[in-house]
């Protein structure tokens, strides 16, 4: 489905209490994607290899660039779309390669590791490894060559529901909890924990239940 058809297949379930109740789509996305980061975790934790199918590939058409921050002495990207952050080092960002497709290896790191690489002469022995470090907004590279920034890398990210375009495929995780709970009941329930909306008969708003924009 498409991320406006999701949002819609949710609206739909929605109660109507009476013709002045209004729920917004940027409430419903938000509640959507946090149903979507959990189950993303749960499947995480059950198979991180089940994760790939999710990710979304940025570079293919145009590369994600490189760039080399002179006062902090190492290359960078800007993160292409807003990311699922999982727990381990590579969190979002699963897999960096370069457009050729060529040998050398991106592997992950956490910020610790990338000080210590760089305070030690041994990272010049190593030619062939490139590592990254996933920040929120942005990645850091240790061992970056110049040639590999001049034609920028690509990406295999797990974004977030926000950085879907409404027209967007967006693969809902495949998973049923214990509780025989899924997708579309999980947003359900955390929906209803709204309080019914006035049922006086003096409602001044008398539009018809729409989603808003």
Same mark, same amino acid.
Not at 87 to 102: M, Y
Not at 130 to 143: F, L, P
């Given at each position: 489905?498409?991320?406006?058809?999701?949002?819609?297949?949710?609206?739909?379930?929605?109660?109507?209490?009476?013709?002045?109740?209004?729920?917004?789509?940027?409430?419903?996305?938000?509640?959507?994607?946090?149903?979507?980061?959990?189950?993303?975790?749960?499947? &995480?934790?059950?198979? +991180?290899?089940?994760? #790939?199918?999710?990710?979304?590939?940025?570079? %293919?058409?145009?590369?994600?660039?490189? =760039?080399?921050?002179?006062?902090? /002495?190492?290359?960078?990207?800007? $993160?292409?779309?807003?990311?699922?952050? $999982? +727990?381990?080092?590579?969190? /979002?960002?699963?897999?960096?390669?370069?457009?050729? #497709?060529? /040998?050398? =290896?991106?592997?992950?790191?956490?910020?610790?590791?990338?000080? $210590?690489?760089?305070?030690?002469?041994?990272?010049?022995?190593?030619?062939?490894?490139?590592?990254?470090?996933?920040?929120?907004?942005?990645?850091?590279?240790?061992?970056?060559?110049?040639?590999?920034?001049?034609?920028? %890398?690509?990406?295999?990210?797990? #974004?977030? &529901?926000?950085?879907?375009?409404?027209?967007?495929?967006?693969?809902?995780?495949?998973?049923?909890?214990?509780?025989?709970?899924?997708?579309?009941?999980?947003?359900?329930?955390?929906? #209803?924990?709204? +309080?019914? %909306?006035?049922?006086?008969?003096?409602?001044?708003?008398?539009? +018809?239940?729409?989603?808003?924009?």
């Amino acid at each position: 489905m498409t991320k406006a058809e999701i949002r819609s297949l949710i609206f739909n379930h929605l109660p109507k209490w009476d013709a002045t109740s209004k729920y917004h789509a940027r409430y419903l996305d938000s509640v959507i994607e946090s149903v979507i980061k959990e189950l993303y975790w749960e499947l &995480f934790a059950i198979d +991180p290899h089940a994760i #790939q199918r999710y990710l979304v590939r940025y570079g %293919v058409t145009s590369p994600v660039a490189v =760039t080399l921050n002179n006062t902090l /002495g190492f290359y960078t990207s800007i $993160l292409p779309a807003d990311i699922v952050p $999982l +727990p381990d080092k590579a969190s /979002g960002v699963r897999r960096i390669s370069t457009i050729a #497709q060529a /040998g050398l =290896t991106f592997f992950p790191m956490d910020s610790r590791e990338f000080d $210590l690489v760089k305070s030690s002469s041994y990272v010049n022995t190593v030619t062939s490894k490139i590592g990254y470090v996933v920040n929120q907004t942005t990645i850091d590279y240790c061992g970056m060559t110049a040639a590999i920034s001049a034609v920028g %890398v690509r990406m295999d990210i797990l #974004q977030r &529901f926000s950085s879907y375009a409404d027209t967007d495929i967006v693969l809902l995780p495949e998973l049923v909890t214990g509780e025989g709970i899924d997708f579309t009941q999980r947003v359900l329930r955390t929906l #209803q924990v709204i +309080p019914p %909306v006035s049922q006086s008969d003096d409602n001044a708003d008398d539009t +018809p239940t729409k989603l808003q924009k």
